[in-house]
């Protein structure tokens, strides 16, 4: 409902007015009388219009008008005229004054006058909700951490925030009045091409201050190169092929790609110095395995018999260990690809020679996004149907979409897991080999958020399920 402050003197004039708004439910009215009663019940209550009546018995409406905008209150303010007074009614819309209505003209009837108290009540709400709404946006633009520019449809420069201006090395936004975003000459070529035509850009950018200061662009107090993150998304209409201007979001990376930079380096270092560790070991464990063979050979004694054929195992679980530790050191270190899953299932039972054992592959053309280790995942699966299965003669492969995403399943016909085992079979050294195949492939699938379980029925083979989460799979 909406509530007017009626100003009026206790006048027959007055009275009317008071009759004249008084419909129930359609306004709260609050009556007064004088200035400082109007300002303080102003002060006092929500106030959504003021109605003040200027009269030959009360012209002390348009003194409140006065009052009010000389304490900067701009409500809506209504001056009701009884007297044909020009002079007056200029005076008031000089004071901002909404609107006047006189006596005897159609917006002095009751519908007319609603009619002018509503929309003026309604536009007055509309501008203090757009001034808000922009009074938010500034504050969210201007004390952003990130850098933000706004451009216009032919890309000069409207706007900018503080952290921009500090990531360009400019100390005010009158040093890029200049500045055009398709003349900066650390965009390429097909990047122009594209905010040309309205694409949204997304792009890590190496951004050359000497650059800007060859082309005079603008000052900047930095030079050498950083590295940006930029993201510029066209401004258009819903529909519209129509670009109004371009919003801009910026950040410095710079630390981020140098600390990259230097664990790519030092994961380097690591990898050779384990890739030359490993071969100089192993060459000796090779050294040591020959000359426990001639041992083998030459010895008849029982007992020191058992000794070398313990030598001998302890060996090869050093080498099972080396072998692990060259697989692990892998994972995660190049990025994730797309990798159609056929493909891989056949390139995985050519390397095992699955000359008895059918392969079964209903996935269609679908993909998986993993780690390029991904194949070892199907390759150790597929060798412990051989090992442990015992009985295998067919191996299932399926992709099924789900409420959550997919699942790709392989399954086998062989004799399955012990109830008791299936808790422990994915924990590192647990199992009847190396124990290290199933650890290995559920770290490798966690890399892009993948799981695996293993929910076959014992006696009639294992089955494994590899739970894929909703944009790491294609069908």
């Known amino acids: 409902m909406i509530s007017i402050l009626l100003f009026t003197g206790e006048t027959p004039g007055g009275k009317n007015l008071i009759n004249h708004l008084a419909e129930p439910g359609t306004y709260n009215l609050v009556p007064v009388y004088s200035v400082p009663a109007a300002l303080e019940s102003r002060n006092r209550e929500q106030i959504d219009v003021v109605v003040a009546l200027f009269s030959e018995e009360f012209r002390e409406g348009f003194d409140l008008l006065r009052a009010l905008r000389d304490k900067g209150d701009r409500i809506p303010f209504i001056l009701f005229l009884e007297v044909e007074n020009p002079a007056v009614a200029f005076d008031a819309l000089m004071l901002d004054a909404g609107h006047y209505v006189r006596t005897g003209s159609p917006a002095e009837c009751r519908t007319g006058l609603s009619k002018i108290i509503g929309k003026y009540v309604e536009c007055q709400r509309l501008k203090k909700t757009v001034a808000e709404q922009e009074k938010t946006f500034n504050t969210l633009f201007h004390q952003s951490p990130i850098g933000k520019e706004i451009f216009d449809a032919g890309g000069m420069l409207v706007d900018v925030n503080e952290a921009c201006l500090k990531i360009f090395g400019v100390t005010g936004k009158h040093q890029l009045e200049s500045y055009r975003l398709l003349d900066d000459p650390n965009l390429t070529e097909t990047q122009r091409l594209q905010l040309a035509a309205h694409e949204t850009i997304r792009a890590e950018i190496e951004f050359d201050f000497e650059k800007v200061k060859a082309h005079n662009l603008y000052p900047t107090s930095k030079s050498g190169t950083i590295f940006l993150d930029v993201l510029i998304t066209p401004v258009c209409e819903n529909g519209s092929q129509q670009c109004s201007g371009y919003l801009v979001h910026i950040q410095d990376i710079s630390g981020q790609k140098r600390s990259q930079e230097a664990l790519a380096m030092l994961n380097k270092k690591l990898s050779l110095v384990g890739s030359v560790t490993r071969h100089d070991v192993l060459n000796q ?30 060996i090869e679980k050093i080498q099972r260990q080396f072998k692990f530790a060259k697989e692990y050191q892998n994972i995660g270190v190049g990025s994730p690809e797309w990798q159609n899953i056929r493909d891989v299932v056949s390139r995985m039972g ?18 998986i996004y993993a780690d390029p280790l991904f194949e070892r995942v199907i390759y ?21 979409e789900t409420d959550t995403g997919a699942v790709l399943i392989i399954e086998d016909n062989g004799v399955g ?59």
């Open 285 to 314: 464990l090779t050294a040591i395995v020959g000359y426990n063979e001639l041992l083998g050979m030459m010895v008849q004694d029982p007992k020191l018999k058992s000794f070398l054929e313990k030598e001998r195992q302890a």
């Open 350 to 367: 050519d390397e095992l020679e699955l000359a008895n054992v059918q392969v079964t592959v209903t996935t269609g053309n679908g993909s």
């Open 380 to 400: 150790n699966l597929f060798d412990n149907a051989l090992r442990h299965g015992e009985k295998v003669s067919e191996i299932r492969v399926s992709l099924h």
């Open 417 to 475: 897991i012990a109830a008791e085992e299936k808790t422990r079979i994915f924990e590192r050294g647990y199992g009847k080999n190396t124990g290290w195949g199933l650890f290995l492939i559920e770290e490798i699938l966690a890399i892009t958020g993948l799981s695996i379980v293993e929910n076959g029925v014992p006696g009639k083979g294992a089955r494994f399920e590899i739970n894929i989460p909703p944009g790491k799979y294609r069908m």
